[in-house]
């Protein structure tokens, strides 16, 4: 089974405190550290053990600059055999449907039987790059998936649905399925993998690999345009739970099963 | 000249963060240092990751990297909990390092394998009773009858002795030697030797996850093939030893530095009093900045202490200049934390008291502060 795996090199922004930069479209990145997209990892793990299972191939791919290497470094020391980067200032400010473009005109001639991505990126959580990515190979997909399994020449993928709810979906090889967090447990880097990662290129590759032209990326090739990116201003909104303990608990799971978080 | 850690080393860097980050929860840190217990599940995990051998070379189950990147990997384990970081990484310091350098094909082969995949535990037992700073006798002696030794004696202060499997230990084995220094020899002792017995030691201030124990040996035979390198060469192999080993230290302190450092940071911004956050104030801004310029003197003092070690060859100097000032700087950052910290500082779940406690002990084992300046002295006086 050979498997791919599209990785994003993100800003770790849930506990950073944010700013918006001069443009006022982005956010200021001084000072942020990168890592490994959280969902991407979870894919990631899972072609890994797919593959140690199975045999076969992992391919770890992205798009971006020369500081992405230590994400596809990370992907090669927890277990992928090859890593390729895009990379052009032409790709700059592609939005998803440019983003997964790129992708397929790549992917498209590497043998694949599985495309694996995270669900969506912590940066800009669009959700669009694997389910675009999908149609574009003319590949069935699946999204939210939780968990995977698969059987000859098909795939039985778990997806998880709002209120609780879980689908149990067959799907034809090759497909692509994008992973949502907690599908495994992603393993640590280890010494002995990064000493393995260290001996294994990354194959960079520019605009003119792609067989793609300028009209087709970065900004010219997207369809969205980021008008305006901004913290919306602080609303205090609080509801008071009145009764006794009992009944504030009662209240508490109630409000919380609602919202399907438990 | 270049300031700068490869790409190997920076992958190293975040993948022992990244461990510790996980595993060494504040939980898990305030748990351990209340029940003074060797955190065995913990010493194993990070053993098949191979953070406990980074110095080991490969041929024997270790990862072939040098003292700079046992250090970075050190340093980030103790800058996530001084006590839970020393525990896991200081057990296989000592013995395989000995071993290596001085033992023979079969010690080599039948101990230091284990002790790399976190199957067996080491201990290396060099101070006394009456004898810390001063080696340069032991009380312990070693006799030779017939091809076997029979050592009788105590050790104290050694860190592991209760959990160890594999020891090494320093005897007097010519008491008439001149000086005293020239009869000393280590052996190779294994746990259930008849003979030898440890005894846990209570009541640490500090890196308490990190076992210590005294050691007894009383007619404790030993086959002649025990002896590790050369007959009375002992005393030469613990302070070629240490030329290595208290670099590690040095990243230790830089470690427990850094973190509390970096709790003291994020709390300073947090904190607010007279309206504003606390960092606002230029007494602890200030203070913050000269934690910063501290830490970062120490660490490329040890990051050099290092490199001359692994590139060129040990440098006593550099390195006790590392430890000693490392050690210093981890003491007086760990004690700002706390005062920025105020009252909360002093309270345990706050987790920066901790790291004061612990990094004390950089100042103490594997030589004093005092020790290491006489190493620096010594050199001064040598200079012309
Ligand atoms: C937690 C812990 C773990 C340890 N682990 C180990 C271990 O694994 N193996 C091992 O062998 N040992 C170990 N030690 C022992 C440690 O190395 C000694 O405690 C240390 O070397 C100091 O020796 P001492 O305690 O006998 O102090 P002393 O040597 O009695 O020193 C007392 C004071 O006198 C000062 N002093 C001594 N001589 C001089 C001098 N010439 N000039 C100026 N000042 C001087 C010292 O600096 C110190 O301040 C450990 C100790 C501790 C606390």
């Not at chain 1, 087709?216 to 602080?234: D, F, M, N, Q, R």
């Not at chain 2, 384990?77 to 990484?89: E, F, H, M, N, Q």
């Not at chain 2, 124990?213 to 005393?235: I, Q, R, T, W, Y």
């Not at chain 2, 692994?310 to 934390?337: F, G, L």
């Amino acid at each position: 089974m050979d498997i791919v795996v599209c990785v994003k090199h993100v800003p770790e922004t849930a506990e950073a405190e944010l700013k918006i930069d001069s443009t006022g479209k982005n956010i200021e990145k001084t000072g942020l550290v990168y890592d490994i997209n959280e969902w991407d990892d979870y894919a990631l793990e899972e072609a890994v053990r797919i593959k140690e299972k199975q045999g076969g191939t992992v391919t770890a791919i992205t798009i971006g600059t020369e500081d992405f290497d230590s994400t596809l470094r990370k992907c090669l020391a927890r277990g992928a055999d090859a890593a390729i980067r895009l990379t052009d200032p032409k790709f700059q400010g592609s939005d998803a449907y440019a983003t997964a473009k790129i992708l397929h005109s790549i992917i498209k001639n590497l043998h694949c039987d599985l495309i694996l991505c995270g669900l969506q990126a912590g940066d800009d959580g669009s959700a669009a790059v694997g389910t675009i990515l999908a149609q574009l190979l003319g590949v069935p997909h699946a999204t939210m998936v939780k968990k995977l399994e698969l059987c000859t020449g098909t795939a039985k993928v778990n997806r998880e649905l709002e209120g609780g709810l879980e689908e149990i979906l067959e799907i034809k090889l090759p497909a692509l399925f994008a992973v949502s967090t907690g599908i495994n447990e992603p393993r640590y880097v280890s010494i002995m993998g990064i000493r393995k990662a260290m001996q294994k290129e990354i194959k960079v590759l520019g605009l003119a690999d792609t067989g793609l032209t300028e009209a087709y990326v970065g900004e010219a090739g997207s369809w969205l345009k980021t008008e305006k990116l901004y913290v919306p201003p602080v609303e205090k909104q609080a509801e008071f739970l009145k009764g006794t303990p009992d009944e504030v608990a009662t209240k508490i799971a109630e409000l919380l099963k609602s919202r399907g978080l438990i | 000249m270049e300031f700068k850690l490869n790409n190997e080393q920076i992958e190293i860097k975040r993948a022992a963060r990244e461990f510790a980050e996980k595993e060494f929860t504040p939980e898990l840190a305030l748990e351990y240092d209340q029940k003074e217990e060797f955190p065995l599940g913990l010493y194993k995990k990070a053993a098949q990751l191979g953070f406990t051998s980074m110095r080991i070379p490969c041929e024997y189950g270790g990862q072939g990297y040098g003292v700079l990147e046992d250090c970075i990997v050190v340093e980030e384990l103790c800058r996530v909990d001084p006590g839970l970081g020393v525990a896991v990484s200081l057990g296989n310091l000592m013995v395989p390092d000995v071993l290596l350098r001085h033992g023979n094909e079969e010690q080599k082969q039948r101990y230091i394998p284990p002790l790399a995949k976190g199957e067996k535990i080491a201990a290396a037992a060099f101070t006394e009773p009456e004898h810390g700073s001063d080696i340069t006798r032991m009380d312990s002696t070693a006799k030779k009858t017939g091809d076997e030794w029979t050592i009788n004696g105590a050790k104290e202060f050694i860190t592991n002795a209760p959990i160890a499997d594999t020891f090494i230990i320093l005897c007097q084995s010519d008491p008439n030697a001149q000086p005293s220094h020239r009869g000393q020899s280590i052996f190779l002792v294994e746990k259930g030797m008849p003979g030898l017995e440890a005894t846990k030691l209570h009541g640490k201030m500090g890196i308490k996850p990190c076992v210590t124990g005294s050691l007894c040996m009383s007619d404790l035979k030993v086959p002649d093939a025990n002896l590790v390198g050369e007959l009375n060469k002992g005393f030469y192999y613990t302070l070629e030893l240490f030329d290595g080993t208290r670099i590690t230290v040095a990243a230790q302190a830089v470690g427990m530095a850094q973190g509390a450092f970096e709790k003291a940071l994020n709390y300073a911004k947090t904190r607010k009093q007279f309206g504003q956050p606390i960092i606002n104030f230029q007494a602890v801004s200030f203070k913050l900045a000269d934690m910063t310029i501290k830490i970062e003197a120490a660490r490329l003092m040890m990051y050099k202490a290092a490199w001359l070690y692994d590139k060129e060859k040990p440098n006593p100097v550099a390195t006790s200049i590392a430890k000693a000032y490392a050690s210093r700087v981890a003491m007086e950052v760990t004690d700002d934390a706390i005062q920025i910290f105020g009252g909360y500082g002093y309270l345990a779940d706050y987790h920066v008291e901790r790291f004061h406690r612990c990094a004390k002990i950089t100042e103490i084992y594997e030589g004093t502060s005092e020790i290491q300046k006489l190493t620096i002295c010594n050199y001064l006086q040598k200079q012309t």
